[in-house]
């Protein structure tokens, strides 16, 4: 069974320019997940998906921030415009059914440097 | 505070046990779980253990869980140098609003001396 794929692997963008990462969960799983691990510290959720509507994103920046899952599969996470504090690793996840605790199965993630 | 707390660092000689403790605050913990992290990957789940268990085991790996002093630890059996790598604790408070965020710890980087 193939895992959460997370894509670019890395980027290096200046301050104020406009990023996107991309993550494909697996198969099947209707609930995904993006969090932010800044260095040193554990991920934090941004936002979760059910399917493709948002189950909670209080914790996204909503002024920079912005993610969609469209059809329900494929998500797409973007930062406009980008701060030197958004240099972190950014975790794609998803889980099975997501309207009860279950395991949550994390991707290589996308490591994002702003200068 | 953090809900989730875990010692930064642990150190241990190749071939003895580690043991990696954790607390956290929200009695409600469902689920709690161990992540493994190694230089430039993602997390690897190790192990979970349900909040009405006691203990679980799987191979090399034991988890005891203390509810009453919010108390979680993970041991490592004869420790390699591959067991290097980040280990977070996470739990999975309940909610009513159908939201079941992972909440972590900073982690437990665990160095393996051969």
């Known amino acids: 069974e193939a895992g959460v794929a997370q894509s670019p692997r890395y980027k290096i963008i200046e301050k104020r320019q406009s990023v996107a990462f991309w993550c494909n969960p697996i198969?099947?799983?209707?609930?995904l997940y993006w969090y932010q691990q800044i260095l040193g510290q554990g991920p934090k959720l941004l936002i979760q998906f059910q399917n493709n509507g948002v189950v909670d994103d209080s914790q996204l920046p909503k002024d920079r921030f912005s993610a969609e899952r469209l059809k329900g599969v494929d998500s797409t996470l973007k930062i406009q415009p980008a701060k030197l504090e958004d240099s972190a690793v950014y975790l794609c996840a998803s889980s099975l059914d997501g309207a009860r605790p279950e395991t949550q199965y994390f991707g290589p993630g996308t490591r994002l440097l702003v200068l | 505070g953090e809900d989730v707390e875990q010692s930064l660092f642990l150190s241990v000689r190749e071939g003895d046990s580690s043991v990696i403790n954790c607390t956290y605050t929200d009695s409600s913990s469902t689920y709690l779980y161990w992540y493994k992290q190694e230089p430039g990957a993602g997390l690897q789940l190790l192990t979970y253990?349900?909040?009405?268990?006691d203990m679980k085991q799987d191979q090399r790996l034991t988890v005891l869980l203390n509810k009453k002093d919010k108390h979680l630890s993970l041991r490592i059996a004869d420790t390699q140098t591959g067991d290097s790598a980040i280990y977070f604790c996470a739990e999975i408070p309940f909610s009513g609003a159908g939201s079941y965020q992972l909440t972590f710890g900073k982690g437990t980087k665990l160095s393996v001396i051969p």
């Open positions: 253990i349900f909040s009405n268990m």
């Open positions: 198969s099947g799983h209707a609930t």
